[in-house]
């Protein structure tokens, strides 16, 4: 059964070969990649919202070298204690990027015979043309995090990886007891880019846990914590165009980083489950 709504009129979406359509005959035909766009015009704030090509290119590259392969396992195994003998499963992932972690999540579940419907959402097109081109088995959407296209207390799990997060959205699309499943950064996470790039070592980090109280009840907290070596140069430059640092970083700083050739760097995430009362 189709779980997804329609943008314009709320009615429910029924798929046909490669369009979607509701009862209004809105319809929404897939790209050749084969995602659907169902993002407005009138929701944008920008003409191209989301991270761009090149951090998604980035980002691409630097996670097909696995240096970030432990967070997927976890985040897998977590997923997988949770959802225990139950089958049918319907999961979300909330600003899936080009959808690394969606898909090792797919292949995990399949392997252990989990059957599940697996719909990755980025509000970047690049991201999810990126996505959609790669990985064939998931239902890939372009549309806001903050008005997903997804019928009321449809879904199992909202998985939301380093991500914009809208626990009130998300409270909406999750069924009675569904999951929310947040992964952020933690405090030490990539100390060592910071520390080569600025004077002064800043130690911000957020955690959701402060902002996602109404309607949820706390579970757990499972931290991922080790060090790896980056082994090459172009590593470490897509390391540091994927992240945010990339906007709001002192030339002299990036440059002295782009200098190196090899890099030991903390990996420090923290992933908290909610569940949804
Ligand atoms: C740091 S990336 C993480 C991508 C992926 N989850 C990963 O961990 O590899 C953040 C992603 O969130 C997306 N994003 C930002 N704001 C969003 C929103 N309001 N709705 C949906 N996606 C959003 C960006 O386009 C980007 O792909
Ligand atoms: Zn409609």
Known sequence: MCILKCPVC???????????????NHTFDMGKQGYVNLHMSNEKRSKNPGDDKKMIVSRKN?????????????LNKIIKKEIGDKNGINI??????????????????KNENINSHIIGIDISKDGIINASRTYKEIEWIVASGSNIPIADESLDYVICMFSYIDPIEYKRVLKKGGKLITVSTGEYHLVEIKEVVYEKLKMDYYRPTQDILDGYNYEELVNVKY???LEDGKDIKNLFDM????????????ERLFNLSKLKITIDVNIDVFEKN
């Open 92 to 109: 979300l992932d909330i600003g899936c990027g080009e959808g690394y972690y969606t898909n090792l999540l797919r292949d995990n579940l």
């Open 243 to 254: 992240t945010p640092y990339r906007w709001k970083s002192p030339k002299d700083g990036v």
């Open 227 to 229: 060090k790896v070596e």
């Open 10 to 24: 709320q009615e429910k979406l029924k798929k046909n070969d490669k369009s979607y359509r509701c009862k209004n």
């Open 62 to 74: 630097f996670l097909e070298k696995g240096y970030y392969k432990e967070i997927s396992e976890t």
